[in-house]
């Protein structure tokens, strides 16, 4: 299950070991674990499992926590994670349409129309989409009261 779950995350842009170390996450049980718990299971080397937990915490889908008389950390999934990562998606992939898109229909002559057309439909197409987006996430923040 983890690793049919990594190769989807990997298909998604994820480095294999942060792609592993999510998908055992998603179905620990209990639902966390220390740093040499995810070493050993996935058999990772530390410097994958610490390199794979940093992205994954840069990325807010995963946090962890300390307990009491232990000096270790145990990771979990973020209870925001889906909301964040959809978030980071409208963050990251909206210049795209905002910047590039536009920039490149401005740099193109005239003598292709149709293909500056499917650019023109492009954008207002993402533009759409980024507002929907937009106007979910909103509402999802002051459903579940998030910020």
């Known amino acids: 299950m983890v690793e049919r779950m990594g190769v989807r995350a990997e ?23 220390t740093f ?11 410097s994958a ?22 000096r270790k950390r145990y990771f979990k999934i973020q209870s925001t ?7 980071s998606i409208v963050r990251t992939q909206r210049p ?10 401005a740099f193109r002559s005239d003598k292709h129309p149709e293909t500056n057309k499917i650019l023109k439909e492009a954008k207002e197409f993402t533009d759409y989409m980024f507002d929907q987006m937009d106007a979910a996430l909103t509402k999802w923040e ?3 009261k998030i910020k």
Request: glycine share 4%; aromatic share 10%; charged share 20%.
């Open 96 to 105: 795209f349409t905002i910047d590039v898109i536009p920039e490149a229909l």
């Open 142 to 144: 002051l459903k579940n």
């Open 49 to 70: 499992v610490s390199n794979g937990i940093s992205l994954l915490e840069q990325k807010c889908l995963i946090e962890y926590f300390t307990q009491t008389g232990s």
């Open 36 to 46: 040499d718990e995810i070493k050993d299971t996935l058999q990772l080397s530390k």
């Open 11 to 33: 298909k998604d842009g994820y480095p294999p070991a942060a792609a592993r170390i999510l998908s055992l996450l998603l179905i620990c049980d209990p639902p966390f674990l």
């Open 81 to 87: 994670a889906w909301y964040e990562f959809m978030k």
